[in-house]
């Protein structure tokens, strides 16, 4: 199950990461009914993984620090509470795919002019959960870097950059990418490490170290603190 069950249910805040991207006011766009679809589509994903992720808080650090344990803790009657969990979001993130697909294909990577900010970061989360489809991550991927730098999220860029790169079984660029480990964030392989806090800054991404523990305080800090007003990470894997 790994990656595709609980892996799914920590990539949650992923789009917090862009949220200082989203307009306080809607300016007038070319596709208003896409940019809703696309909105719509969004929300049923992170309702979801809200869901789920509440659900597990009730097991403490296990249900995020030790996948393995996790699993291993749980009775049949929690273990199908689970399963239903990973359905859902299998097939929202299935149909979400398929849909998005049929987008691109018709109008290319949907940018700030067709969509809106809204719309685009909606689109990105779709497509950076779409991880049964690499190669529909890399075909975005190469779209969303030939359009102008002022059409798309740079900070979007990069977390699919990192997700297509490690699929491909390569190492990450920015270090968005993270594993829990003795209970810890640990960011998987990193190319050219001593430079990745540079290359986050050009995108406006804090520096890593940054990063990591404020995914920690929400994955791996003791319940208490994390059940508090504002213990969530800004950004997940």
């Not at 509440?54 to 620090?65: E, R, T, Y």
């Not at 689970?82 to 929202?92: E, G, L, N, S």
């Not at 404020?214 to 213990?231: I, L």
Request: aromatic fraction near 8%; hydrophobic fraction near 40%.
């Amino acid at each position: 199950m790994g990656r595709c069950a609980l892996g799914m249910a920590l990539v949650l805040l992923a789009s917090v990461s862009s949220a200082d991207d989203a307009p306080k006011e809607r300016p007038p766009v070319k596709e208003p009914e896409l940019r809703s679809e696309l909105v719509r589509r969004a929300k049923a994903d992170q309702d979801v993984r809200g869901e789920v992720t509440q659900w597990m808080k009730q097991f403490g650090n296990k249900a995020f620090a030790d996948e393995a344990a996790f699993l291993a803790t749980l009775n049949s009657e929690q273990n199908d509470a689970f399963q239903k969990f990973a359905d859902t979001m299998r097939r929202v993130d299935t149909e979400n795919t398929a849909w998005l697909g049929e987008i691109v294909d018709r109008h290319g990577w949907p940018t700030f002019t067709l969509v809106g900010r809204d719309g685009a970061n909606a689109a990105w989360l779709l497509v950076q959960h779409a991880d049964r489809s690499p190669k529909f991550q890399r075909k975005c991927l190469d779209l969303m870097v030939k359009v102008p730098r002022n059409e798309v999220s740079q900070k979007n860029v990069a977390y699919l950059t990192d997700r297509v790169l490690l699929a491909e079984g390569k190492k990450q660029r920015y270090g968005t990418q993270f594993i829990l480990a003795d209970g810890k964030c640990k960011p998987r392989p990193i190319e050219d490490e001593a430079n990745v806090d540079k290359r986050r800054a050009e995108v406006d991404l804090q520096p890593l170290a940054a990063y990591l523990k404020e995914a920690g305080s929400f994955y791996v800090a003791p319940r208490s603190r994390r059940d508090e007003p504002g213990a969530a990470a800004d950004g997940a894997s």
